[in-house]
Structure formats: C-alpha cells, structure tokens
C-alpha cells in the first residue's frame, strides 16, 4: 500500500478518508492534538509550526519512518515551503506545482497579472494606489495573500474605497466585482501539468470561502477553460479553478488555488477518483487524461459532524463509542 503524508491536516476529514478508501495507507500530520483529520487517518503525528525551522526535517523524518510515496497539503499554508523542499523531502513526491506557481497563484494580484498577460479573462484589479477613475463600482477590497474569504470588503463608492484601504490590516488590491454566475471547477493534472480531468460545480451556497451546497454540471465550455487556465499556469496535482460566467459570455478567472477545494467531496462522488489519480503519479505511472467523465447532476450539502475523544490507559487521547449503555443524566421532567 502506498503511504501518504497529509500536512496541515486540519479538518479534511473528507481527503483523508477518501485516499484510505482508495487504497492509501495515511499519515496525518498538524500542529493541534485535536484536528478533527488526524483521527481519521491510520497514523498521525504532531509536528512543528510551519515557520519552524524543524517543520520540513519532521516531515523529512516521517518519510522514511513510514516509507511514504506523496505527500499532499491540505491547505494552502505550507504549499511554497513544500515546493521548495522537494529534495529534502525525497524520495516522497510531494504533490504541488513549482515554487513559482505557487508565489504566482498565492498573491491574487500577481495571478490576476499572469492571467492577463496569458490572454486569461481576469476581472479589472488595480493596486490600490493605480485604481482607475473610470473603476465600475461596486469594488472589492482583496486580500493579495489570504484563504476563506478573509479581508474581504465591498466598496459602493470611493469614500468607502478609501475606508476600507485604511481600515485593512493586510496588503490588499481593488477588483471590480462581476455580474454573472460564479462557479467552480475542481481538476486534476499529472507531472507535465497535462490537466486529467475537470469537473464543473455551481456555487449554490458557500461560507467562509468554502463550498457547502452545489450541483456538478457537464458544460463542455467550463471543462476547456478550467483545463486551459491549469495547464498555462502549470498546476500539478489538485486545483480548484473559480470564475463567473459574465453576460458577455466571458469567464473571468478569480482564483485558482492549486489544491484539493473545499467542496472535494462533491467531485469524488460524481467520480473523479483524483486519490486514485494521485497514487498512481506517486507510483510512477503516467495516467490518460479523461476530460469530461464524470457524473453530472450530483448535489452536495454539507453539514457539520464531531468526534468525541477521551484519555487512554497511557493517558493519550483516543476516541470513544459515543452508544452508552444507559443515560448519565435523568431525563427531562424525571426526578
């Protein structure tokens, strides 16, 4: 079985348990005891904030103790320092573009850029000090490097423009906001950046920057853009592609995060088998893309769930059987 290293496990309970269900031996990694991700996983360890400089050593530690073929982030927090430490982190493919991609599409500025210079629609961005005068409100004020849709504002004119670029506390950029349907696109690419598959979602409702309702959708259109826009940036491994369908029929690209999306488990059950996808790149082989193939019409809702853990007989923390056999508590109205 091919062992797999998840960094900054967090809460995606989902990614890890669907590489297990593929086949994948996986070891969870985080900084907090209680990320929901590693009690989902057949091995976790607790390891250094990424900004230490003991992270990529532990990680580096943990490859050769479990003999670990991919290592795959599950945030966008350490994707650079993974991408820069692949050498350190040999013989594990560590899953993310080149370092450059992931400088590139981790400033929103710097992509909005790289679009626009690559013939990408991008909505119109300034940074604040070069916004037009002739700027469509409203705009938005948008964190240049952030996830979860974090310092975020709408400005409905330039007296709340001005407002918002002092009253945030991170470097920002200006975009003027679009008219049409957003949407998401969820792929996968190999090595070569060949793009595998691509598999449309509308954006029905979503919080905190993260999908929680959407439908899967076969729209030839979206599938070609989204695989366009991956291989131009050089994306290897997951990405998530997000843009609108503007009533000029563009489809201005907003983000592209180059990782699994917050709606991952949408795409794995209208069949894109992206763990399986990535396995086998970790196994060496070279798998044909399969653009299109997919179930269209499946809808997600999501909702919250919880582990509730206790300590062990040596004191460490391990879950528990939440079916007691009678009721700690008398019930209410009972004396």
């Known amino acids: 079985m091919t062992a797999v290293l998840f960094t900054c496990a967090g809460q995606r309970v989902d990614i890890v348990s669907a590489f297990g269900r593929a086949g994948a031996t996986t070891v969870a990694t985080d900084l907090d005891p209680l990320a929901p991700a590693l009690w989902h996983a057949d091995h976790y360890e ?3 904030r990424i900004d230490d ?4 050593p532990a990680l580096a530690e943990l490859v050769e ?14 994707q650079l320092l993974l991408a820069r430490s692949r050498d350190a982190l040999a013989p594990a493919l560590a899953l993310v573009p080149e370092p450059e991609v992931c400088e590139t599409m981790g400033d929103k500025y ?7 210079n690559h013939g990408i629609a991008s909505p119109r961005s300034w940074l604040p000090e070069d916004v037009s005068d002739d700027a469509r409100y409203p705009l938005l004020v948008k964190v240049r490097e952030g996830f979860g849709s974090r310092h ?7 007296a709340e423009l ?6 945030t506390t991170v470097a920002s950029f200006v975009q003027e906001c679009c008219r049409g349907e957003e949407f998401s696109v969820d792929l996968f ?11 449309p979602r509308t954006m029905i409702q979503s919080k905190g920057g993260e999908s929680i309702k959407g439908t899967t959708i076969q729209d030839g259109e979206l599938i070609a853009h989204a695989a366009h826009v991956a291989e131009t940036a050089g994306i290897v491994g997951p990405a998530n592609v997000q843009c609108f369908r503007e009533p000029d029929g563009s489809l201005p690209v907003t983000d592209v995060n180059p990782r699994f999306g917050g709606g991952f488990p949408l795409p794995l059950a209208a069949g894109s088998r992206y763990p399986e996808l990535a396995l086998r790149l970790a196994e060496g082989e070279r798998p044909e893309p399969r653009l ?17 853990l206790t300590s062990g007989p040596s004191g460490s923390l391990e879950p528990f059987a939440e079916e007691l056999p009678e009721p700690i508590a008398s019930e209410p109205g009972e004396a």
Do not use: Q, W
């Not at 001005?162 to 009253?167: A, E, I, N, R």
């Open 292 to 308: 299109g193939e997919f179930r269209a019409g499946v809808v997600m809702t999501r909702f919250f769930s919880h582990l509730c």
């Open 189 to 199: 690419c190999d090595l070569e950046s060949r793009c595998l598959n691509a598999i």
């Open 53 to 56: 400089d003991g992270y990529v």
């Open 65 to 78: 103790e479990y003999d670990v073929k991919l290592i795959v982030p599950l945030t966008d927090l350490d």
């Open 152 to 158: 975020i504002y709408r400005a409905h004119d330039r």
């Open 110 to 116: 710097l992509a909005h850029v790289f679009f626009e």
């Open 162 to 167: 001005d407002f918002f670029l002092g009253y």
């Open 46 to 48: 607790l390891v250094p």
